[in-house]
């Protein structure tokens, strides 16, 4: 299974960008997305995810108001639309995902397949 993230870039605070992770090489016909991000000296943090059936969606407080992330099932791609971009988003952005396809957990190690991530970097 490939996830191939894209999207990434600097941008100036209150700034946008937008997130790609393209699915692939995947058996398993339904699957659970999340996007979790990684500070230089943080651990791993949940930021969002969504369900194969767009039913149920989670961010993590810090986002919310300002991320929506969505899904294009045909494309199995899915999305993170960042808003509002503060310093404290800098980060680096993985996508990952989950068989279970309709239940979101915010605990890294119960997603399955990670991407190799992408670089967000919001200036002040």
């Known amino acids: 299974v490939q996830l191939q993230a894209s999207g990434g870039g600097l941008v100036q605070a209150g700034g946008s960008l937008k997130l790609s992770c393209a699915v692939s090489?995947?058996?398993?016909?339904?699957?659970?997305m999340g996007w979790f991000r990684q500070a230089p000296g943080k651990e791993r943090e949940f930021v969002a995810a969504i369900t194969w059936s767009g039913s149920s969606e989670e961010y993590v407080d810090s986002v919310k108001g300002r991320f929506t992330i969505s899904r294009d099932n045909a494309k199995n791609t899915r999305y993170l639309q960042m808003n509002s971009l503060k310093p404290e988003d800098t980060a680096v952005y993985h996508c990952?995902?989950?068989?279970?396809?309709?239940?979101?957990?915010?605990?890294?190690?119960?997603?399955?397949?990670w991407g190799q991530g992408t670089l967000v970097t919001v200036s002040s």
């Open positions: 990952a995902v989950r068989r279970v396809s309709e239940v979101i957990t915010t605990v890294p190690n119960l997603w399955n397949y």
């Open positions: 090489g995947h058996t398993f016909s339904s699957y659970a």
